[in-house]
C-alpha cells in the first residue's frame, strides 16, 4: 500500500466496518437468535406500486397503483375479472396488509416424547399502524428508528405507533401436515376464512427432522377451500403472495449424542450470554471500569476531568460533561455504580433494545449535565438575590459567609456515573408492579407508583428522592445536585418531556449542543472578522471594508483570474527585468495560485455535502437522525468554510498577529466541532446501514408504501454520502494542522481523535490540498558576489 492508502483502510475499518458489522451482528441476533422472530412482509409488487401477476410473471407484472384495486376500475388490463366490489377489494387489503407484522413463537409443553421445537406457532405480536407518508413514516430510517420497530413491547417508553394494543391479532403461522404433502401457511382465519398464504411444499419428509421454523421465502395466495376459490374474485395470479422472513435453518436433525457436560457449559457460558443479551450495559461497564484503571495508572488529577461550574459555563470546557460522568477515583465508588448499572442494565436494556438503550445513555449525560449547571445557577443567583437584599450597615462577616458560598457552588468538583444511574433508577421504580423499598435493611419501608387521574402515564413514584437522602446521609460527599438532576431528567424521560429520540441520538444531539455553544455562549457564529479596534484608532478602513477588499484580491473575478494566470510577471512590472522583482512576483503568484486552489476545493466540497443534504431529504426520512445530522455537518462546514477564507485572507496580507490569532481560534474550534460531528454521523450512518441489511422485511412492514427508493439503491446512496463525508472529514484535519488547533499532542480533542487525526492528515498530506510551492528554488532572487570581482 502507499504512504495515504494504509491510513485511509485503517479510519474506513474503525468508524465504517466496525460499527457496521457490530450492529450487524447484533441485530440478527436479537431478532433471529434470541426473540426467534419471524417477519412478515409486502411482496415487491406491492413496494414498487405495480400488482403480482402470477400468469404472467414470478414477480412483478400490471403497473397498478399500491391500493391493489382502486374503487370503480373496470380496464380491460386490471388483471382482476369477476363482480369485485370497492367494499371486498377494500376489505382484501385490509386484510393483506394487517397480515403483516412480526410472529413470535408460542411457548408450548413440552409433551413425552416430543420436542419442544417441533411444530410450533408462530403468533402475530404487533403489527404496523397506517400512519401519513408525508407527515409520518417516509423514506429509510435511522438505526434507532429500526431498533424501536423491533424492541420488546414491555415498558411505555418502548410502545410507538408500530404496535397497535388494542388490536386483536389473530394470524398465526402454522405448520400443515396432509398426507400429501407438509407445508407451512399464514392462517387468517379470524378475519377472512378464505385467505391463506403457504409456502412451498417441503421437500425433506424423514421423519426424525423438526419443523422449527417456517422457510423464508415468498409465500402464495392459497383459498382454503375449492368452495371459496370458485366464489372468490381472487384468485392466485391476482393476489400479491407475501415475504416471509425467518431463523435459518428451518429444520434440523437432532442429534442421537446428548453431552453430560450440558449443565456445566451452561453456567460457564452465563456471562457470555450476558454479553450477548446486554451489549449497551457491557460497553458501559467496560467503558467506566477502563478510564478507572487509565485515570489511575496514569496518576490523573480528578480536577483535569471533573465536572465544574467554572470550567464548564465560565471557561466553556463542555467536555468536562462527558469525562466527569465517566469518572472514577475510588475502588467504592466505582464498585457500587458499575453493580448498580449492572442490575438496572440488566432489568431495562432488554426493554428498550440494545441500541436505544446506548443512545439514552449518551443523551442522559448531556442532560444531566445541563440540568446540574442550571440547578448550581440558579442556587447562586438565589444567593446573590439574598446579598442585593442585606442593607449596607449589616454585619460584613454575612457577606463573606454569602460569597464564600457562591464560591463553593462555582468550585465544587464532581465525577461520576451516579446522575445517569439515577435517572434510570426512577424508570425502573416507575415501571415495577409492586412497591419500592429505597432503605436499606427497613424492608417495610415501602413506596407505591401513583398514576395522575386521567393521566396514567403520569406516574409518581416517591422512592428514588428518598433513596438520595439517604445516600446523602450515609455518604455526606456525595453530590446532592448530581443526583437530584439525575432524578429530573428520569422522571421527564419517563413521562416523555425530554427531546424526541432523533433528538436525543449522539450523532445530533453532540454537534447541536456544541453548535449551540458556539452560537449563544462563544459567540464566534455567525462568522464576522474579529478585527481589534487597534484598526479603527489607526484611522485604516472600516472592518467590513478591509475584509472585503482583501477577500477581493485573494479570490478575484472569474475573468481577471484568468487574465492574471496568463500574464507574465515582466508584463504586470511595467517590464521591470530585475531579477529580484521577478522573483518576488512569482512567489506572490503562487501563493495567490494556492489559495484560490483551497478556496475553490472548499466551495465544491461545501456545494457537494448540500446536494447530499438536499438527496438525503428526498431518500430518508424528514426526520430522522441521518437527515438532521447531515443538516448539522452542513451548517459546519459552511461556518469553517466562511472562517478559513478570512484567516486566509489576513495571513496572505500579513496583518498583525493579535488580529490573526483569534480568527485562527475561531476556526479551530468551528472545524474541530466539525471533525467531532462528522466522525460520529459516519458511526451512525454505518449503523443505519446495517440494520437495513439485517431487517429490510421489518422495514418494508412499517413504511412500504412511503419507501422512495429500494434497498441497494438506498445503500448507494450511503455509500456515497459516506464517502463525501470522509473526504470533508479528510480537509477539517488538513485545515486544523494548517492552523496548529489540533492540540500539539495534548487536550482532550487530541486524547478522544488521535488515531483519527493522525490518520486523516496522513491521507491529507498525500491526497487533499498538496502543496504546489517548490521546498526550494535554484538561482532565484538577487545574487550576490563573493570576493573581489573583476
Known sequence: MSSWQAPLAKLVGLIVLLPFMATYLNSYYYAYW????????????????????????????????????????????????????TATTDETMMNIDGAHGIYAPLAKKKKKGQNIADRRQFQQRYATATTSAWFGHRGWPSVTQSSVLISTPSFQLSNSNHRDS???????????????????????????????????????SSDGTIYAYPPSGIWKYYPSSPAASSSSPYSKATVPPL????????????????????????????????????????????????????????????????????????????????????????????????????????????????????VYNVALVVFTTVVMMGMVYARIRWIQHKLDRLPASNNSQLHQAYQDQQQRLRETSTVGFSAVLFAWMVVSTMERNQPTCPIPFFSDVCFETYSVPGLPFLKFNISPIVSL????????????????????????????AM??????????????????????????IPVKPLLTAKLDEEGCVEHEEYLRSLLAEEIGEEGERDDSSHHHPLDQNNGNDD????????????????????????????????????????????????????????????????SSFIVWAYTRSKVESDIIEPEKARAG????????????????????????????????????????????????????????????????????????????????????????????????DHGVFISQRPTWTAFEGRGITLGRGR
Open 34 to 85: 434470541k426473540n426467534e422472530y419471524c417477519f412478515v412482509g409486502p411482496h415487491a409488487s406491492m413496494v414498487s406500486g405495480k400488482r403480482y401477476d402470477g400468469d404472467q410473471s414470478s414477480s412483478l407484472a400490471i403497473n397498478i397503483a399500491p391500493s391493489l384495486v382502486e374503487a370503480g376500475d373496470n380496464n380491460a388490463d386490471n388483471g382482476i375479472r369477476g363482480e369485485s366490489t
Open 243 to 358: 415475504v416471509v422472513s425467518c431463523p435459518a435453518p428451518a429444520t434440523y436433525t437432532p442429534s442421537k449424542q446428548s453431552s453430560r457436560h450440558k449443565g456445566q457449559n451452561g453456567k460457564q457460558n452465563r456471562n457470555v450470554e450476558f454479553i450477548l443479551y446486554h451489549p449497551a450495559t457491557t460497553l458501559i461497564l467496560l467503558l467506566n471500569t477502563g478510564l478507572a484503571f487509565h485515570y489511575w495508572n496514569q496518576r490523573v488529577n480528578p480536577s483535569a476531568v471533573c465536572k465544574q461550574y467554572t470550567k464548564i459555563v465560565v471557561e466553556h470546557e463542555w467536555w468536562r460533561g462527558l469525562t466527569g460522568a465517566l469518572a472514577h477515583f475510588e475502588p467504592l465508588h466505582i464498585g457500587f455504580n458499575m453493580m448498580s448499572m449492572h442490575t438496572l442494565g440488566t432489568e431495562l436494556e432488554g426493554g428498550f433494545g440494545s441500541i436505544v438503550f446506548l
Open 469 to 496: 437522602f439517604v445516600a446523602q446521609f450515609i455518604m455526606p460527599r456525595v453530590s446532592f445536585m448530581g443526583h437530584l438532576a439525575g432524578i429530573v431528567c428520569g422522571f421527564c424521560l419517563h413521562w416523555g
Open 499 to 524: 427531546p424526541p429520540l432523533e433528538i436525543c441520538s449522539p450523532n445530533v444531539l453532540i454537534g447541536a449542543v456544541f453548535l449551540v455553544g458556539l452560537i449563544w455562549r462563544r459567540r464566534v
Open 579 to 642: 531579477p529580484f522583482m521577478r522573483s518576488k512576483q512569482k512567489k506572490k503568484d503562487r501563493e495567490r495560485n494556492e489559495g484560490r486552489r483551497k478556496q475553490k476545493t472548499l466551495l465544491y466540497i461545501r456545494n457537494t455535502i448540500a446536494i447530499v443534504t438536499l438527496a438525503s431529504l428526498f431518500v430518508l426520512n424528514w426526520n430522522s437522525s441521518l437527515f438532521l445530522s447531515q443538516c448539522i455537518l452542513l451548517a459546519y462546514f459552511a461556518f469553517g468554510t466562511q
Open 166 to 204: 388494542n388490536r386483536n391479532f389473530g394470524y398465526t403461522l402454522t405448520f400443515v401436515e396432509t398426507s400429501e404433502e407438509r407445508k407451512w401457511c399464514l392462517d387468517a382465519s379470524s378475519s377472512s376464512p378464505d385467505e391463506k398464504w403457504c409456502s412451498d411444499p417441503l421437500s425433506d
Open 669 to 764: 474550534m468551528i472545524w474541530r466541532g466539525f471533525f467531532m460531528s462528522t466522525i460520529i454521523s459516519v458511526v451512525f450512518d454505518s449503523m443505519s446501514m446495517a440494520s437495513w441489511i439485517a431487517w429490510p422485511t421489518l422495514i418494508s412492514v412499517d413504511r412500504y408504501r412511503s419507501l422512495p427508493i429500494g434497498l441497494l439503491p438506498a445503500i448507494l446512496f450511503m455509500i456515497i454520502r459516506t464517502s463525501v463525508n470522509l473526504v470533508a472529514l479528510v480537509i477539517s484535519s488538513k485545515i486544523l494542522h494548517d492552523l496548529g488547533q489540533v492540540g500539539g499532542g495534548s487536550g482532550i480533542f487530541w486524547n478522544l481523535f488521535a488515531m483519527e487525526i493522525s490518520w486523516t492528515k496522513m491521507i491529507g
